[in-house]
């Protein structure tokens, strides 16, 4: 199993040019997350999908779409990059919403937006 | 609203034993979790705790939760220049959806 991997690794984007970062992961699980990762800051979450056909804002969705393509595959749109989106993105996934299930994440894309 | 503070950084000698302290302020945390993140990596879940415990002890790791102060601590045994990696303290309500991180504190371990 690869557990949760995403693509690409690392990316660099011109203000105002549009990207789609790609998750997935082979766990068969229903819950699925995209956070970001800011230098002196805590993961924070950006949107989440609890179950294959929804999708849920989290704490700063401004500036992002999202779509659960399958249960399997959670993308993240930029359509518009802004600098103050250059971070590093982490994609992660749960059995269930519930608090009692783990969430493994990938290794993350490092982006950044000039 | 809710917030996690760590301490940003902590140095130890290898054979040491590490504590970092993470305190939180939402009082309907349910769930606690210490997870690691080695460089270049994503985060690695290391150990959580139940709300209603005060202590969990997991090999070289112990979990501490004072929840009267909101405090929590984790304590690694015999440090070792693999445990070098920032620690990132969260919490999670019964219901929520959503994990809440501190900003993650970064062991160093020297040989």
């Known amino acids: 199993n690869a557990g949760v991997t995403q693509t690409p690794k690392f990316q660099v984007l011109k203000t105002g040019q549009s990207m789609t970062l790609q998750c997935a992961q082979d766990m068969n699980h229903n819950s699925m997350y995209w956070y970001r990762q800011d230098p002196g800051m805590g993961l924070r979450l950006i949107y989440y999908s609890a179950s294959e056909g929804t999708t849920d804002k989290g704490e700063v969705p401004n500036g992002y779409n999202v779509s659960r393509l399958n249960k399997r595959e959670f993308s993240l749109r930029l359509e518009s990059a802004a600098p103050s989106q250059t971070s590093v993105y982490f994609c992660?996934?749960?059995?269930?919403?519930?608090?009692?299930?783990?969430?493994?994440f990938g290794p993350g894309t490092r982006l950044t937006v000039t | 609203g809710e917030d996690v503070e760590q301490s940003l950084f902590l140095s130890v000698r290898e054979g040491d034993s590490s504590v970092i302290n993470c305190t939180y302020t939402d009082s309907s945390s349910t769930y606690l979790y210490w997870y690691k993140q080695e460089p270049g990596a994503g985060l690695q879940l290391l150990t959580y705790?139940?709300?209603?415990?005060d202590m969990k002890q997991d090999q070289r790791l112990t979990v501490l939760l004072n929840k009267k102060d909101k405090h929590l601590s984790l304590r690694i045994a015999d440090t070792q220049t693999g445990d070098s990696a920032i620690y990132f303290c969260a919490e999670r309500a019964e219901y929520g959806n959503k994990l809440v991180f501190g900003a993650g504190t970064i062991l160093r371990v020297k040989s």
């Open positions: 705790i139940f709300s209603n415990m």
């Open positions: 992660a996934s749960s059995e269930g919403p519930r608090v009692r299930y783990e969430q493994y």
